[in-house]
């Protein structure tokens, strides 16, 4: 059974930080690329960021471009998002996904980070 459980989120003043983690289990963890999106109240779901199995691909939203840092281990088979110097416009559900092609696309239950004084 395909599970990808999200961790990390929670409430920060604008500024502050927060990990991300993306725990996966059932699928070949290492074979697929590893995505974080976020969706805000009333907006689509965007890609955040985006970790290719291997090498240096690594692609991020022009948001969050100096601010977000995208990494996988795959010995753990895990996906971080580190998020530095939040604003309040990075308010969001943020979802962790896992891709190898339009048959096997897995989503977690998304984890709420709120940045608010």
């Known amino acids: 059974q395909v599970q990808l459980v999200e961790s990390g989120g929670g409430l920060v003043q604008p500024g502050g930080s927060l990990r991300l983690s993306c725990a996966a289990s059932?699928?070949?963890?290492?074979?697929?690329?590893m995505n974080w999106y976020r969706q805000a109240p009333g907006k689509q779901r965007e890609l955040v960021a985006a970790?290719?199995?291997?090498?240096?691909?690594?692609n991020y939203a022009d948001s969050v471009k100096g601010r977000f840092t995208i990494s996988r281990d795959n010995a753990k088979n895990t996906v971080y998002l580190q998020m530095n110097n939040l604003k309040p416009e990075d308010t969001a559900v943020y979802y962790c996904?896992?891709?190898?092609?339009?048959?096997?696309?897995?989503w977690g239950q998304g984890t709420q980070v709120t940045v608010s004084s």
């Open positions: 970790r290719i199995t291997f090498g240096p691909g690594i």
């Open positions: 059932g699928f070949s963890f290492s074979s697929y690329t």
């Open positions: 996904n896992a891709r190898r092609d339009s048959q096997h696309d897995y």
